[in-house]
């Protein structure tokens, strides 16, 4: 096995972004994300599990004080997608009037994404942008793109840097892919 190879879970990974490349591309966003907001004070919403990584690292980059919420959205059950999200309203009803910036790991088909921005407009916030490190365009089944996008990638399986296997590997400082050769 190659030296830069890691197993997760019994499966082979290979480095696909680097710690530097990661971060290099949050210190640009944090910059695109400043200019967009101006004088505005945006709520910071990220969805949890897989965003406490990059959001992390966002806030860091962000010079001022700022509200951050964490909310835990789901569509699964037993490993079962259920085709409707799940989170905890309480925490979130209070938005009305509000610029709000979510901060997601990775937009998939973008079905999560859809539905809790659709929940957030019926509660009347101000405005709504997304930040995103990631992005499968060939996977989208919804109308939603990233306003301030890290990296788009093709459909490939990817762990690290708060993407998970089975709850293994967020705590990776970079981003790996299957290795198909390797597996």
């Known amino acids: 096995m190659r030296q830069d190879i890691i197993q997760v879970n019994q499966q082979n990974f290979k480095p696909y972004l680097s710690e530097s490349q990661i971060k290099g591309r949050i210190t640009e966003m944090a910059v ?14 990220v969805l949890l599990n897989g ?3 990059f959001a992390s690292d966002l806030l860091r980059a962000w ?13 699964y059950e037993d490993m079962e997608s259920t ?17 709000i910036l979510i901060i997601e790991d990775i937009i998939d088909t973008g079905h999560t994404l859809h539905d809790f921005t659709q929940y957030l407009r019926s509660i009347g ?21 990233a306003d301030f996008l890290g990296f788009s990638i093709s459909d490939l399986f990817v762990i690290g840097y708060g993407l998970d296997y089975n709850e293994k590997a967020r705590n990776l400082k970079a981003i790996y892919i299957l290795d198909e050769a390797e597996g």
């Open 32 to 45: 695109e994300i400043k200019a967009h907001y101006k004088d505005r004070d945006p709520i910071f919403l």
């Open 51 to 53: 965003a406490f990584v």
């Open 63 to 75: 010079d001022k004080p700022v509200e951050t919420r964490f909310i835990k959205v789901s569509s």
């Open 83 to 99: 085709g409707k999200i799940e989170f905890n309203r309480d925490a979130i009803n209070d938005l009305s009037g509000r610029d």
């Open 125 to 145: 916030v101000a405005s709504i942008a997304i930040a995103s490190l990631l992005l499968k365009p060939s996977k989208l089944r919804h109308d939603i793109s």
